[in-house]
C-alpha cells in the first residue's frame, strides 16, 4: 500500500483535517484528526513537530510556501522528505512536480475566485497531476462539484466555519475538508 492509499484511507475514515499554525498544533496532536495541514512551521521547528505528528500518529502535510526559512525550491523539498514530512501543499506548480520526485504526497492549493480562475485550474492539472488537490475556499459548492468528478481528489479548504459547511462540501464531492476551527475536528 503506498503512502497515498493510506493517507486516502484516513480521509475515508475521517475526512476532516486539521488546519494549523504554530497556534493550534497541540491541539491537533490530541484531536480525532488524522492528517495535519501545516501552514506556519518554520526551519527551526519543522523536524520537531513532525516527529511529534508521527509520534501521536498523524500524517503531516507541509505548506511549504509558507514555511520560514525553508527555501521554496528543490532544496528545501529535499529537506522537508529528510525530515520525515508525509507531503506538500504548495499552490507552485514546480514545488508539486519536485516533491512527487522525492516520493512525497503532493497537494496543489488553488484559489478558485472566479470563471478563468477555475478554467486555469483545469489547465495546472493537467501539467501537475498533483496527488490531491486543495481549493479554496472550500464553501464554494461549484468548484467542489465541477473538480470532484475528475480523477484527483478534491480537499475543500478556506472558511469552513460550521458543520453544515463540512457536510455540504462532503456532498459536493470533497474526499475531505481542511479547517483551522478546531471544534470541527472532532466531527
Known sequence: MTQFDK????????????AVQHKGFDEALQSPAQIIFHLGVDLL?????ILQAHESGKFIFIHLDLAEGIGKDRIGV???AKCGADGIISTKSQLIRYAKEQGLVTVQRFFAL????????????????????????GV???AISRFSKGHIPVIA?????????VTDA?????????TGQSILWYL
Open 170 to 178: 462532503l456532498r459536493c464531492g470533497a474526499a475531505a475538508v481542511s
Open 7 to 18: 493517507i486516502m484511507d484516513c480521509l475515508e475514515c475521517n475526512p476532516v483535517i486539521a
Open 157 to 165: 479548504g478556506g472558511l469552513i466555519e460550521t458543520k453544515n459547511e
Open 140 to 142: 464554494i459548492s461549484k
Open 45 to 49: 521547528s519543522v523536524n520537531d513537530q
Open 78 to 80: 529535499q529537506y522537508l
Open 114 to 137: 472566479d470563471s478563468k480562475g477555475m478554467d486555469s485550474i483545469e489547465d495546472v492539472l493537467k501539467n501537475t497531476n498533483p496527488h490531491l488537490m486543495e481549493i479554496m475556499p
